[in-house]
């Protein structure tokens, strides 16, 4: 996309903005990094191929994160009907190749993550990751304010939990 394309188009400006938000969201899908970029990617395409329909005056960014999270879930269903390849590495486990103690407490952190469930880890990126109220929390996932905090509560104690930090 050119210069001269971004300044006539405000609205295309400040996607090219979003897009490290738009990875970091699409990381809470998608465990290879490759697949995310494919979900950004999509996203990306979706969105800039029907910016007509954006709703000027609402925020960009919660419907940029709808359009993926729809994605997602579009590709997995269909991913769901077509049958499954076999795995590199069956168990997911990834080996630490540091001995730093930070790079393994972040290893640690994100096996916690990937347990979550998707509805969990989904609110948990957005709230506390990416700094969404809790409002465009619940308009991205289509779901009550309440039920926005309470998978947040619970997601958080899942993980505090999961890395041996809360009695259970």
């Not at 000027?56 to 960014?61: A, D, E, F, H, M």
């Not at 590709?75 to 540091?98: H, M, Q, W, Y």
Request: glycine share 4%.
């Amino acid at each position: 996309m050119s210069e001269s394309q971004l300044n006539s188009d405000p609205a295309r400006a400040d996607i090219v903005k979003l897009i490290p938000a738009l990875r970091a969201f699409a990381r809470t899908f998608c465990r290879n990094p490759t697949d995310a970029d494919d979900l950004v990617q999509e996203t990306l395409m979706k969105a800039l191929a029907n910016l007509d329909k954006f709703e000027r005056g609402t925020k960009l960014k919660s419907w940029l994160f709808t359009i993926m999270r729809n994605t997602f879930y579009t590709r997995a269903k269909v991913l769901g009907r077509e049958a499954p390849g076999i795995e590199d590495n069956v168990s997911g486990d990834t080996p630490i190749a540091a001995n730093q103690e930070m790079a393994a407490r972040a290893r640690e952190v994100q096996r916690a993550l990937q347990k979550l469930p998707a509805h969990y880890r989904e609110v948990l990126t957005l709230v506390a990751i990416l700094g969404e109220s809790y409002e465009a929390t619940a308009e991205i996932c289509d779901c009550a304010v309440g039920t926005v905090k309470s998978r947040l509560n619970r997601a958080r104690h899942q993980i505090l939990q999961e890395l041996g930090e809360e009695a259970g």
